[in-house]
């Protein structure tokens, strides 16, 4: 069956560093990947799409890239702020349905 | 900002009960779904509709039930509510396009059964 896996820890980083998270998935070639934030007790809120035959996508200070040998993306936060600090989900579709990761939570301190 | 809404956003409901959860969205779509997820763990589907009249069953295993009699309206409804049942429910919808199938999430429905 298909497995997403995100890192389980959270993340610690300073203000004004880049935010690396990464997402990896096994048993299955999705046509896109997206990532999601969620912020505690609220529902998760679309962040970025990426094809299967684009590399890397940009949006502001966030940037996906996209590795379909390796099977993998990571996302980046570049200048991160306190107000980043959030849990980031990726999510891959399956037949018109999307799964998502466990999701990684990232603390970003002043 | 998603318009996509859920209520109630908190319930406390003694076990045996009937509840309702219901979900609305506004922006047309016909695709919507309900995700299930426990703190701080994965959201799972237990839900989704293509259409009216259309309802499956997701990837998890649920005792709730849903309906789609109008494109708009998804509730879902737990006929006798169990201590087990107690979780965060999101509902949600998309819209298929030719970039991808986004998914729009309501606030979320927390359900505690005592």
């Known amino acids: 069956s298909q497995k997403i896996e995100q890192n389980s820890e959270a993340l610690n980083i300073q203000e004004g560093k880049t935010a690396t998270l990464t997402c990896n998935y096994t048993n299955y070639s999705p046509a896109y990947l997206q990532w999601y934030r969620q912020d505690p007790g609220r529902g998760p809120v679309f962040l970025l799409l990426?094809?299967?035959?684009?590399k890397e996508k940009r949006k502001e200070r966030l940037k996906v890239t996209f590795d379909t040998t390796l099977k993998q993306s990571l996302f980046h936060i570049t200048a991160s702020q306190p107000a980043d600090s959030a849990t980031y989900l990726c999510a891959l579709d399956r037949t018109d349905k999307l799964i998502f990761g466990t999701g990684t939570r990232l603390q970003v301190f002043p | 900002e998603a318009d996509i809404y859920q209520t109630p956003r908190y319930l406390v409901i003694g076990t045996g009960k009937k509840i309702t959860l219901e979900c609305s969205q506004t922006?047309?779509?016909?695709?919507m779904y309900w995700y299930q997820q426990d703190p701080g763990m994965e959201l799972h589907l237990i839900h989704y509709s293509y259409g009216v009249n259309s309802t499956e069953k997701g990837d998890l295993s649920s005792e709730s039930t849903v309906s789609r009699i109008r494109t708009e309206h998804f509730p879902l409804t737990l006929e006798s509510a169990r201590p087990s049942h107690t979780s965060q429910y999101l509902c949600?919808?998309?819209?298929?396009?030719?970039?991808?199938?986004?998914?729009?999430f309501g606030e979320g429905s927390w359900l505690t059964v005592v």
């Open positions: 922006m047309g779509h016909d695709k």
């Open positions: 949600a919808s998309s819209e298929w396009r030719v970039s991808g199938n986004t998914i729009y």
């Open positions: 990426i094809r299967e035959n684009e």
